[in-house]
């Protein structure tokens, strides 16, 4: 989720491709209201890898049985590479953490149980997660955006909250919803 938020360029490989448009769909149903501006493929063609070398973030689902051709034939520094049927990041960027704040939003996550319990915990977590992000913008809208106020509000995760805010398009295209609404 943490990626998705701060648009990296994300690749998921599954054995079975027909599940990866529930899956990525899913995903960023759970940002509601902030929106992906990213490129969003839900199934890539072996055809078509060469999109994986673009330069804008993406969501991007493929085929397991091209993992290696496709492993091999990218640069992966900056994507954010993960196996489904292994539940296991390949490649994964540490250097940004999830705050504190919004990271106890997680916390009494569990996958134990019925699927249909495990979706609705699911929602309910994403949606105070979102929550949480979002009511921290609220108080520095105006006729402009106090953006170094938002910022001084978060001295120990600045890196994640600065990243999200400049690098991203959810955090800018929310500010102008959310002006153009009042």
Do not use: W
């Not at 027909?18 to 899913?26: C, D, G, K, Q």
């Not at 890898?49 to 993992?67: N, T």
Request: some cysteine; hydrophobic content about 45%; charged content about 20%.
């Amino acid at each position: 989720m943490k990626y998705i938020l701060l648009e990296q360029k994300i690749l998921l490989f599954s054995r079975e491709p027909e599940h990866l448009a529930t899956l990525t769909e899913s995903l960023l149903s759970l940002t509601c209201p902030l929106k992906f501006s990213g490129v969003y493929i839900p199934h890539l063609r072996i055809e078509m890898h060469e999109v994986l070398h673009a330069l804008m973030p993406f969501l991007i689902g493929m085929d397991s049985r091209y993992k290696q051709q496709v492993l091999s034939s990218i640069d992966s520094e900056d994507m954010v590479i993960f196996d489904v049927d292994h539940n296991m990041f390949i490649r994964q960027q540490k250097h940004i953490r999830l705050p504190a704040p919004l990271k106890h939003y997680m916390q009494g996550v569990s996958l134990q149980g019925e699927v249909a319990m495990k979706v609705l915990q699911l929602k309910s977590v994403y949606s105070n997660l979102m929550l949480g992000l979002i009511n921290n913008i609220l108080p520095f809208l105006g006729e402009t955006f106090d953006y170094k106020g938002y910022m001084g509000m978060f001295p120990e995760d600045r890196l994640f909250y600065e990243h999200f805010s400049v690098h991203s398009m959810m955090f800018n295209h929310f500010i102008e919803e959310v002006n153009k609404n009042e």
